[in-house]
């Protein structure tokens, strides 16, 4: 065989090989390739509709704040109380609860004493329509300060929950959604004030006796 003619086909096959590799495999690569979505987890699958009533215990100050909701859907504090909350303020709450993201599972570790939950600093229950109670027992905060560590009634596994909703909840205790006293009107504080002062300027002076 032609010498040239032999190093041309080894050239040739050199290029196909190549090709092959460094081209058409990646190639293939890529469309066998299935996009992942990410997907969000939640600490409880529920929605704002299927709450009932929800209570948060701050176990370390003994304090708590307890709501209910009626037959009619309107909302009541518990603790303090019982008297009407403000019903957007508990829409509000109700959205963190439902919204309460997972950010990792801690399953590398059987001993749960270092991240607070077994002596929890706080207690959120949260009661479901039918009854079902769900129990999340809140420890320390994550050394980063955007999560907290929190074991669910019933589990063994540590999981790290965003600190965002649970610091508005716990935002609760010191603020709870109690209905804001009605304002005087200024025209109506004004009226009375002027009506008090009239009534002592026409007291009649006093006249001594001799």
Do not use: C
């Not at 205790?173 to 026409?202: K, M, N, W, Y």
């Amino acid at each position: 065989m032609n010498r040239n003619l032999t190093i041309g086909l080894v050239a040739v096959a050199l290029l196909l090989g190549a090709y092959v590799l460094f081209v058409q495999r990646p190639r293939d690569l890529a469309a066998d390739v299935t996009p992942t979505t990410l997907v969000t987890e939640y600490l409880w699958t529920l929605t704002t509709d299927q709450v009932s009533a929800f209570r948060l215990d701050d176990l370390a100050g003994g304090r708590s704040v307890e709501l209910t909701q009626d037959a009619a859907g309107v909302w009541s504090l518990v603790t303090p109380g019982p008297q009407p909350a403000e019903q957007g303020a508990v829409t509000s709450a109700l959205g963190n609860i439902t919204g309460l993201t997972l950010n990792t599972a801690l399953t590398t570790t059987t001993d749960l004493a270092p991240f607070g939950v077994l002596s929890p600093t706080y207690r959120l229950t949260v009661t479901r329509n039918d009854g079902w109670r769900l129990v999340a027992h809140v420890g320390d905060k994550a050394p980063t300060g955007s999560t907290y560590y929190v074991l669910r009634d019933g589990e063994t596994t540590v999981v790290t929950v965003n600190a965002f909703g649970l610091d508005a909840l716990i935002g609760l205790l010191d603020s709870p959604p109690v209905v804001p006293p009605t304002a005087t009107p200024l025209a109506e504080a004004t009226a009375t004030a002027e009506a008090t002062q009239g009534d002592i300027t026409a007291e009649p002076a006093q006249t001594a006796t001799p």
